[in-house]
T-cell receptor, first 117, second 113 residues
Framework: EPEVTQTPSHQVTQMGQEVILRCVPI?????FYWYRQILGQKVEFLVS????????KSEIFDDQFSVERPDGSNFTLKIRSTKLEDSAMYFC???????????????FGSGTQLSVL | KNQVEQSPQSLIILEGKNCTLQ??????????LRWYKQDTGRGPVSLTI?????NTKSNGRYTATLDADTKQSSLHITASQLSDSASYIC????????????FGTGTRLLVSP
């Protein structure tokens, strides 16, 4: 089965530093997402991205966050000045079809564990 | 407020036994309900997807049910295997332009030999 690939698997950074989390979505998918999961809590939606622009974002996704599709394969999440509370597992996801139809699957990557010290 | 609640929080069963996990939701506008399996340190993997008109859907030893009237769903696992040990997450999709998913906190299942 096709996979969403995320790198790195673990990232440790100092508070205030910038981090970039990288994702390679499934090749024929057009819609991309970032989710995060703080340890012991539920998965939370951050942002969705289509046609090189943000489609929707949550209240978590403030000015410190940005997303980019720098080329035809990569999809990145940048956190400009990390805070302790940004420590979480960040999941990238992709899907082929826009509307959440019956057969629509959202494919998740294995995640990047971000630790802010 | 859109919420998805799951029970139990955790469950231990013996290998070969069956179990049922519960999900209650208050999400509007509702599009579909999904069950995901999440192994430790991995991303969620889709098990089933059901719209409001579907009462049941199976995927191997996994059978999900949906009662759209009472806004409840269940995931039944038959003849459990050690590899079923994982978190099972109930997720409801909002009927908006994009796939906005509301996640439950999950049920952590441990299958013991």
């Amino acid at each position: 089965e096709p996979e969403v690939t995320q790198t790195p698997s673990h990232q440790v950074t100092q508070m205030g530093q910038e981090v970039i989390l990288r994702c390679v979505p499934i090749s024929n998918h057009l819609y991309f997402y970032w989710y995060r999961q703080i340890l012991g809590q539920k998965v939370e939606f951050l942002v969705s991205f289509y046609n090189n622009e943000i489609s929707e974002k949550s209240e978590i996704f403030d000015d410190q966050f940005s997303v980019e599709r720098p080329d035809g394969s990569n999809f990145t999440l940048k956190i400009r000045s990390t805070k302790l509370e940004d420590s979480a597992m960040y999941f990238c996801a992709s899907s082929e079809i826009l509307r959440p139809t019956t057969n629509e699957k959202l494919f998740f990557g294995s995640g990047t564990q971000l630790s802010v010290l | 407020k859109n919420q998805v609640e799951q029970s139990p929080q955790s469950l231990i069963i013996l290998e070969g036994k069956n179990c049922t996990l519960q999900c209650n939701y208050t999400v509007s506008p509702f599009s579909n309900l999904r069950w995901y399996k999440q192994d430790t340190g991995r991303g969620p993997v889709s098990l089933t997807i059901m719209t409001f008109s579907e009462n049941t859907k199976s995927n191997g030893r996994y059978t999900a049910t949906l009662d759209a009237d009472t806004k409840q769903s269940s995931l039944h696992i038959t003849a459990s295997q050690l590899s079923d040990s994982a978190s099972y997450i109930c997720v409801v999709t909002l009927n908006t332009g994009f796939q906005k998913l509301v996640f439950g906190t999950g049920t952590r299942l441990l299958v013991s030999p």
